[in-house]
């Protein structure tokens, strides 16, 4: 029977609740005390009793017996916590009680009342209910489980300590618990540090996420701009110079359609003088043949065909389409599309960059528009911020913590140094590893005494390449876990660069000694 159906079975039908002090009518049914004592001194006034449950009617005010049997049962039911009335029962009830504890030695289940007759009868190990009590014994011996056996990591009895286990670590059963939950705490305790930090990541990743695909957006729809523009400016090319084509070759069709005209009348004029002197020919009267002129001038039409109009049109025909023209438009056109796209791109991913006054140290002069960072001998006398370098030294007013992002710089040609790179906000600001790239926090590329190096954690690796401009580009990609160094000359040529798995926001950072940085603004 489950505790609802005998939490039904204990209740009083006049308050539903468990029965307290019940009493039973003589018809056999009970009730509350309290409760059957109210209902009664009610029907007295109506001058007749009977049983709330039934109906029976009773000519006298009926007696109420004690039922101590019922009363005992309500207790041990009201004893036990919610989540232990069900499922375990008494095992010496003829009905279903629910247990209280369970005996390992005796392999049984007790309800209250038996608890306590059990109680002062032995002393028995009690536990919780179950319906495994024989767990709690040893498979060996048959005897109670009080010790732990570290070594063999087991439950033992008293009999296994002087048997298998005599030479073993043994601690009892609450002193290896409490050793076992303390080691447990410390594991619980590593493990919700690192739940922590993977929400805290997985956050940042989602802000990520959301960053990215923002960006990617205004990516894409600048990209498809600059197609967009491309293929207009293609098209506006290709009707030039298909109209350009069409236009030339209508005015050559007009010339050489003139000619051919001329050349007809030319033609008939020389069908007719050649039917005349081939009639001549024919004549046999050297008078008439004579006297004719017809032929005479026959040399002088054949050496103006040669040297006259004719000739015009052979240098000037064709070739007036001129391909090598027409070539030099498309290519020039092309050339001015280029440069324009070029210029779009470049400015694709640019980030406009301010530098924070409140970071810098108090050697560096930072201008009106925070954008030139200059080393400076005398110091600036800045107030102090916790944010503040000990050193010549400043960051960038934003961090970037999702994207793609680079800055284009432009450096001084002079004997001092300086660093350029990127920090985390938690970097140190004072001591001996506040610098940047001397800590696992900061990234850079340095140049002194004309040679390029990189330093990240104070480990600094030299580079082959020489200084060959004064502009250089900064690229972070930081999803990828990169950080990029180029000098900006023709074509880019590439420095160096980092990989790591960004963990802050980054802020680009300027170290100086007798040198200046400005930041190049996107065209």
């Given amino acids: 029977m489950a505790s609802t159906d005998l939490r039904a079975e204990l209740g009083c039908s006049i308050c539903l609740d468990i029965y307290t002090d019940p009493v039973t009518l003589s018809c056999g049914h009970n009730f509350c005390r309290v409760c059957i004592e109210q209902e009664l001194c009610r029907l007295e006034e109506v001058g007749v009793y009977s049983c709330p449950h039934c109906r029976e009617n009773f000519f006298e005010r009926p007696t109420l017996r004690s039922n101590t049997t019922l009363n005992n049962i309500a207790q041990s039911f009201l004893s036990i916590p919610e989540q232990e009335t069900s499922g375990i029962f ?84 609450d002193g290896a618990l409490q050793i ?16 922590e930090e993977t929400e805290k990541k997985a956050h940042s990743l989602q802000k ?4 990215l695909q923002g960006k990617a957006n205004g990516l894409t729809e600048r990209v498809q701009t600059i197609f967009s523009d491309i293929r207009t400016h293609l098209e506006d090319l290709e009707k030039r110079v298909l109209g350009e084509i069409s236009s030339r070759k209508q005015k050559l069709s007009l010339s050489i359609l003139d000619w051919i005209q001329e050349l007809e009348v030319k033609k008939n004029e020389l069908t007719s003088k050649i039917s005349h002197i081939e009639d001549l020919c024919n004549v046999t009267d050297p008078i008439t043949v004579l006297q004719d002129s017809t032929g005479d001038d026959f040399w002088d039409a054949k050496e103006a065909v040669s040297k006259g109009k004719f000739s015009e049109f052979k240098l000037h025909g064709v070739g007036e389409l001129n391909e090598g023209l027409i070539s030099e438009i498309v290519e020039e056109s092309l050339s001015k599309i280029m440069t324009n796209v070029k210029t779009r791109l470049s400015s694709l991913g640019q980030t406009g960059l301010l530098m924070n006054i409140n970071t810098a140290g108090n050697h560096v002069h930072l201008s009106d528009d925070l954008k030139t960072v200059t080393w400076s001998r005398v110091s600036q006398c ?17 961090g970037f913590h999702t994207g793609q992002h680079y800055w284009d710089v432009e450096t001084s040609d002079t004997g001092g140094g300086w660093r350029l790179g990127m920090c985390y906000p938690s970097m140190d600001r004072i001591g001996d590893h506040s610098f940047i790239g001397d800590n696992e926090k ?70 100086l000694h007798k040198s200046w940085v400005k930041i190049i603004d996107p065209e």
């Fill in 90 to 173: 008494c095992t010496f009830c003829d009905f279903p009680v629910p247990a209280v504890r369970s005996c390992v030695q005796c392999e049984t289940s007790l309800c209250y009342h038996h608890l306590v007759k059990h109680d002062q009868t032995v002393e028995h190990t009690l536990i919780l209910p179950t319906t495994s009590p024989a767990r709690r014994k040893c498979t060996v011996h048959h005897k109670v489980l009080e010790y732990y056996c570290c070594e063999d990591s087991v439950c033992i009895c008293a009999l296994c300590m002087s048997s298998g286990h005599r030479e073993h670590r043994v601690e009892s059963l």
């Fill in 180 to 195: 076992k939950k303390d080691k447990m705490r410390n594991v619980l305790q590593k493990l919700t540090t690192t739940m």
């Fill in 208 to 211: 990520m996420e959301q960053g």
């Fill in 382 to 398: 800045y107030p102090e911020t916790p944010e503040r370098f000990q050193y010549p030294q400043i960051l960038s007013t934003d």
């Fill in 442 to 511: 900061s990234w850079c590329l340095r140049c002194q005494m004309k040679q390029y190096s990189v330093l990240h954690d104070n480990v600094e690796t030299m580079l082959s390449l020489k200084p060959s401009c004064h502009r250089l580009r900064m690229c972070l990609d930081y999803e990828a876990g990169e950080l990029s160094f180029y000098e900006v000359c023709d074509p880019i040529r590439p420095l160096y660069t980092f990989t790591a798995t960004f963990t802050e926001p980054l802020h680009v950072g300027f170290r």
